[in-house]
């Protein structure tokens, strides 16, 4: 719970408030699941950030600490040099310890964590806009909600670049009328693009 009051961004709380405020249902599953989502995949997010800055932070303090005790201008050198050596005895080992944490850390792939919760946050913005493909299923909600939760899945089960790059695969809709739109939708586009080539070919510049 400390979590959301500290760390969670303005636009997650954002998005999570407009779901609510759009849905006529308040115990809508597939919301309240997506919502959930989208907050552990958020909150792993900024946790590994937060983890990640803070090694590195820990690097650059001990690095500054040995390179000061090490220094012979140090006026405190030649008097406690038995005590320094202990010291950087210790901050030897801790050295070697935040160096193995940090390459241990270098597994997690933050920047594709982001760019998830924010192809998340759009597809979302679609699905309340009914936008693209939402469109076509008019006033049949719960059909919408569905095809929702199938585009949202497929981003939380793939890597970013998996799926921007078969971005063009939207997934199968819910219903054979919304699937049915889609393929007269696409007879019509590829309609247009021939009558746009037979103008451009018969017509000479």
Request: hydrophobic residues 35%; charged residues 25%; contains cysteine.
């Amino acid at each position: 719970m400390l979590f959301k009051y500290l760390c969670i961004s303005n636009s997650i709380t954002n998005i999570i408030n407009k779901l609510k405020n759009h849905e006529p249902s308040k115990d809508n599953q597939i919301i309240i699941s997506f919502q959930d989502d989208l907050y552990k995949t958020y909150k792993s997010y900024k946790l590994k950030k937060i983890y990640t800055l803070c090694l590195r932070f820990l690097q650059v303090g001990i690095g500054l600490g040995m390179t000061t005790l090490t220094t012979t201008n140090n006026p405190y050198f030649k008097d406690n040099t038995d005590m320094i050596s202990i010291i950087l005895w210790y901050i030897s080992i801790s050295n070697n310890l935040v160096n193995l944490l940090s390459e241990n850390a270098k597994k997690y792939n933050i920047g594709d964590e982001k760019l998830k919760i924010k192809l998340l946050i759009s597809e979302s913005n679609k699905y309340m806009d009914n936008f693209n493909d939402y469109s076509i299923y008019a006033e049949d909600q719960e059909s919408r909600i569905l095809y929702f939760r199938k585009c949202y899945q497929e981003i939380m089960n793939k890597t970013p670049h998996e799926y921007l790059l078969y971005q063009g695969r939207r997934p199968s809709h819910a219903t054979i009328e919304a699937k049915t739109r889609r393929l007269d939708i696409q007879k019509n586009a590829w309609g247009s693009v021939d009558e746009i080539t037979d103008i451009t070919e018969d017509t000479d510049v």
